[in-house]
C-alpha cells in the first residue's frame, strides 16, 4: 500500500483539517473502507464562546463517508465526559448513544460514531481505524491470532471479536493492558479491522500504511495451494425475461419492487462457477457490518423461496435467544450468486443494489484467498452476525438515506429523454425515486442526468436492432422494466396531401408509430413481470382528436399511435398492465418548438408569440412539465384503475371537449 500524505496538502492547516485530510486518503482507498465503514477521530482543543477551552474528541460522525469528509463531518465531545463514561462497568447502547449524543459540544454535529469511547480511549492524539481486506484476510481463518503474530509480532495488540459499542471499547481497555507497550503501534480486531495510532494523522496514517504492507507482502509470499481448472460454458446471451422474473419473485419476498443488477467479468464468472461456491460463500461475510448491505449469505442460484423461507428460520432460531422482541427485516437477497448470471446485486435503489456490489465484489478475491492459499475462511458465528445485523445502531445507517420514495424499485424506460416532455417525464420519475433508462438519438442523453438511478443511451428509435440492444443493457443495469413513457416523436414540415412528400410521410410513420409497435413487442413480457405492475403512458397529440389541415403525415401517425395503445390496453389488462394516453397541446418548451418557427407561426396568425403560446381556453402557456406530471400520475396507484384513457393537456381547447 503506497503512502500517499502530501505534506503540501495539510502543512499550514489546523490539527482538525489534517485529520480529515487524512481520513480522505484512507477512505478514498476502497481496499481498505466501503461505503460509510471505518472511521478516524483526533484529541485537540476545544474553545468555546467565552474563551475558555477544553481537551475535546472529534470523531467521526455517522452518515459521513470517510471518502468525501470534511472537518463538519467531525463530532467534538469533551474528553472527560468520555473518560467517565469508560469508567462504568455496563452501558447500554441506548443509553451509551443518549449519552454520546448530549455530550457534543455543537448542537448540529452528527450523530458521533458507534466506536466513539474506543477512539477515546486510546492513549494517542489521532486514530485511523479501517476494514482493510488484508486485514479480513490476516484474520478470517482459524489461525487468525497465530497469523496475526506472525506478521506483525508484539508490535500491535490482538483484539478478539466483540461487537462494536461499550463492550468492544471495554474489551479492548482489557487487551491494552494485557499487551500494550512503547513500541506498540496498532491494534488488530478479529473478524473486524485494524486500527492505528500516534501523536499525529500523518503518522498514524503512515503506521497504517505500513501495518498494511506487511500484510500484503505475507499473502503475497504464500504458495498457490490448488487452482481449479473450469470449463466456463455459459451463453454469450442471458434471456432478459428470465433475469425480470428473478426480480419479480426477489421483490415480492421483499415485499416492494427492488432493483436487480447484474455484474460480469472473469473473475465473477470464476468465482460463480467454482465447485465449492456454495460451501464458500455461505459461511458470512467478511466484517460484520457488511451484513446491512449484502444479508449473511447470499443465494446461490434461483431458488428466491427457499432462500427466503431459511432467512426466516434464521431469524425465528435467533430472535428467541434475543432478549428484545424484534421485527423481521424482509427475507429477500441481497446478493445472488448464479452460474449463468454471474453476480445480482438487489436493492430497494441502484445505489443501495451499487454498494452491494462494491462490498460482493471486494469480498470474492479475499474468499478466494483464503480458501485456495490458506486453511480456509472462517466467518463469525450466525449468533454475532444476527446480533450486528439486528443491531439498531446498525440499523440506523440505513434509516440515514429517509423513507422509500413513492416509485423506489421499479424502473422506468422513456424515449425521446434529452429534450422536451420525455426530459420532462425522466425529470420526475427520478425525483419520485424511479430508476430511469432514457433513449434518445442526442448523444447528450448519456449525461444528461447523473446518478446511479440514470442509464442514458444513444439510441435511434427507429433503429430496431439498437433498440433491442438498449433494452438488454436497460433490463442487465435494474432488472427489468416497468414503466414506458413513449415520448419521442417527430414533427415533419407541414404540406398539404396534395404535395404530400413520401419520404417524410414513410418517416413520420416509422418514427411516431412502427418504432412503438417494436417497442411494445419487445417489452411486453417484460412489463407482465413488473413487480407493481406495468404502466405505459403514450405522449400522443391533440392532432390525433382534432387535426387539422396540413398536418397528414404527423397526425395520421399520431392517431394511429392512440390506436396501438388501445389494442395495448385490451391485450395486457390480464397482465396487469395499464396503457394510457396523452394529448398535449402546443407545447413550446420542447424541441420541435424553435424562435424562429413560433415567431413564423405567430406571425400567420396575427398574433404575438404571447397571444399564441396562449390561445387556448384557459389561456395559459402549456409546459413540458404540466405534461409530465399528468404522465407520471398516470403511473401512480393513484390511477390504478384506469387503462385507455385518453387525457388531454393542452389548456382546454373547443374541439376536443
Ligand atoms: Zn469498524
Avoid at 477515546?120 to 482493510?132: D, E, G, M, N, T
Avoid at 461487537?163 to 512503547?182: C, I, N, R, T, Y
Avoid at 460451501?279 to 446461490?300: E, V, W
Avoid at 395495448?568 to 395499464?578: I, K
Wanted: aromatic content about 6%; charged content about 25%.
Amino acid at each position: 500500500m503506497k503512502n500517499l500524505w502530501d505534506e503540501t496538502d495539510c502543512k499550514d492547516s489546523d490539527t482538525l483539517s489534517c485529520c480529515a485530510y487524512g481520513s480522505r486518503l484512507l477512505g478514498g482507498d476502497r481496499s481498505l473502507v466501503l461505503h460509510g465503514g471505518g472511521n478516524t477521530s483526533v484529541k485537540a482543543e476545544w474553545k468555546d464562546v467565552t474563551g475558555s477551552s477544553l481537551d475535546a474528541l472529534y470523531v467521526k460522525g455517522s452518515g459521513w463517508d470517510l471518502a468525501t469528509i470534511e472537518v463538519l463531518g467531525f463530532t467534538p465531545l469533551p474528553l472527560s465526559r468520555m473518560q467517565e463514561l469508560l469508567g462504568l462497568d455496563k452501558l447500554s447502547d441506548e443509553d451509551m448513544m443518549a449519552e454520546l449524543s448530549t455530550a457534543r459540544l455543537r448542537p448540529d454535529a452528527p450523530q458521533p460514531s458507534v466506536e466513539t469511547l474506543l477512539h477515546a480511549f486510546l492513549p494517542y492524539r489521532s486514530v485511523q481505524h479501517s476494514h482493510a481486506d488484508v486485514i479480513l484476510s490476516l484474520t478470517n481463518v482459524e489461525e487468525g491470532e497465530e497469523t496475526v503474530r506472525e506478521v506483525y509480532g508484539d508490535s500491535v495488540v490482538v483484539v478478539p471479536y466483540v461487537m462494536p459499542g461499550f463492550d468492544l471499547a471495554k474489551a479492548v481497555q482489557e487487551a491494552w493492558d494485557d499487551q500494550a507497550h512503547s513500541e506498540t503501534v496498532g491494534m488488530v480486531l478479529l473478524h473486524h479491522g485494524l486500527f492505528t495510532f500516534a501523536e499525529t494523522t500523518r503518522d498514524a496514517y503512515g503506521r497504517h500504511t505500513d501495518l498494511i504492507t506487511k500484510a500484503e507482502k505475507f499473502l503475497d509470499g504464500l504458495p498457490e495451494k490448488h487452482k481449479e481448472k473450469k470449463d466456463l460454458n455459459k451463453k454469450a446471451e442471458i434471456a432478459l425475461v428470465e433475469l425480470a422474473n428473478l426480480r419479480q419473485k426477489v421483490s415480492q419476498a421483499a415485499g416492494a419492487p427492488m432493483i436487480l443488477s447484474r455484474h460480469t467479468c472473469e473473475e465473477i464468472d470464476n468465482f460463480v462457477n467454482r465447485s465449492d461456491v456454495e460451501s464458500l460463500a455461505t459461511r458470512g461475510p467478511l466484517t460484520p457490518d457488511h451484513i446491512i448491505r449484502t444479508k449473511r449469505t447470499p443465494l446461490i442460484g434461483r431458488d428466491v423461496d427457499k432462500y427466503a423461507q431459511e432467512y426466516r428460520d434464521y431469524f425465528d432460531r435467533n430472535n428467541e435467544r434475543s432478549k428484545n422482541d424484534l421485527t423481521m427485516l424482509d427475507p429477500a437477497p441481497r446478493v445472488i450468486l448464479d452460474k449463468e448470471f454471474g453476480l445480482l446485486t438487489i436493492g430497494a435503489t441502484a445505489k443501495d443494489a451499487d454498494i452491494a456490489s462494491d462490498i460482493y465484489q471486494q469480498t470474492i478475491p479475499v474468499l478466494e484467498t483464503l480458501e485456495d492459499q490458506r486453511s480456509g475462511y472462517v466467518a463469525l458465528g450466525e449468533e454475532d452476525l444476527f446480533d450486528l445485523e439486528y443491531w439498531d445502531l446498525e440499523q440506523a445507517k440505513l434509516r440515514l438515506a429517509g423513507p422509500r420514495k413513492e416509485f423506489a424499485g421499479q424502473i422506468a424506460l422513456v424515449t425521446g429523454a434529452a429534450s422536451g416532455i420525455g426530459h420532462a417525464c425522466a425529470a420526475e420519475l427520478l425525483a419520485r425515486g424511479a430508476s430511469v433508462i432514457g433513449f434518445d438519438i442526442n448523444p447528450e442523453v448519456e449525461t444528461i442526468f447523473s446518478g446511479p438511478e440514470w442509464l442514458g443511451q444513444v439510441v435511434d428509435v427507429s433503429d430496431e436492432d439498437a433498440q433491442v440492444e438498449a433494452i438488454r443493457q436497460g433490463v442487465e443495469r435494474f432488472g427489468g422494466v416497468d414503466i414506458l413513457v413513449v415520448g419521442a416523436g417527430i414533427f415533419p414540415s407541414s404540406e398539404l396531401i396534395s404535395e404530400l412528400n413520401l419520404d417524410a410521410w414513410q418517416k413520420s410513420m416509422d418514427v411516431n408509430v412502427t418504432s412503438v409497435s417494436r417497442l411494445f413487442h419487445h417489452l411486453a413480457p417484460l412489463f407482465a413481470l413488473a413487480p407493481a405492475g406495468g404502466k405505459v403512458v403514450v405522449v400522443a397529440s391533440r392532432n390525433a382528436l382534432a387535426p387539422g389541415k396540413g398536418a397528414a403525415a404527423y397526425s395520421t401517425a399520431k392517431s394511429a399511435l392512440t390506436q396501438l395503445s388501445r389494442v395495448a390496453a385490451f391485450e395486457w389488462a390480464e397482465h396487469g398492465v395499464r396503457v394510457n394516453v396523452v394529448h398535449p397541446d402546443n407545447v413550446f418548451d420542447t424541441g420541435l418548438w424553435t424562435e424562429e418557427v413560433l415567431n413564423q407561426r405567430a406571425a400567420n396568425y396575427e398574433m404575438t408569440v404571447a397571444e399564441y403560446k396562449a390561445r387556448n381556453l384557459l389561456k395559459m402557456e402549456v409546459k413540458a412539465r404540466h405534461v409530465a406530471s399528468v404522465v407520471v400520475e398516470l403511473c401512480s396507484d393513484r390511477f390504478g384503475a384506469t387503462t385507455g384513457a385518453q387525457i388531454p393537456i393542452d389548456g382546454g381547447n373547443e374541439r376536443t371537449i
